[in-house]
Nanobody
Framework: QVQLVESGGGLVQAGGSLRLSCTAS????????MGWYRQAPGKQRELVAR???????NYSDSVKGRFTISRGNARNTVSLQMNSLKPEDTGVYYC?????????WGQGTQVTVSS
């Protein structure tokens, strides 16, 4: 079993920054990819950013140039540095891990950006 625990959400004014972190525990494979998704009220969950086991990244167009995803040396952590935040970035942010054909989710952390 795999568990994902997120931290770092909160309330910030537009233009501010937040850093989200996620730690995976349990049976973690060497080859996997991790990412961040978000869900705004009344909307579907959407991809924010992903990073592969060899550190290739991809971002949604809405966050390119503002957000940076990275993995820790232990390879079981992933962070999301969010700069120049906008009110439309508000939502619940979920950590995601894909390995061995299975997908795992964290419980989510709330990010609220005030205008």
């Amino acid at each position: 079993q795999v568990q994902l625990v997120e931290s770092g959400g909160g309330l910030v004014q537009a233009g501010g920054s937040l850093r989200l972190s996620c730690t995976a525990s349990g049976r973690i494979f060497v080859i996997n990819d991790m990412g961040w998704y978000r869900q705004a009220p009344g909307k579907q969950r959407e991809l924010v950013a992903r990073i592969t086991d060899d550190d290739r990244t991809n971002y949604s167009d809405s966050v390119k140039g503002r957000f940076t995803i990275s993995r820790g040396n232990a390879r079981n952590t992933v962070s999301l540095q969010m700069n120049s935040l906008k009110p439309e970035d508000t939502g619940v942010y979920y950590c995601n891990l894909n390995q061995g054909g299975r997908t795992y989710w964290g419980q989510g952390t709330q990010v609220t950006v005030s205008s």
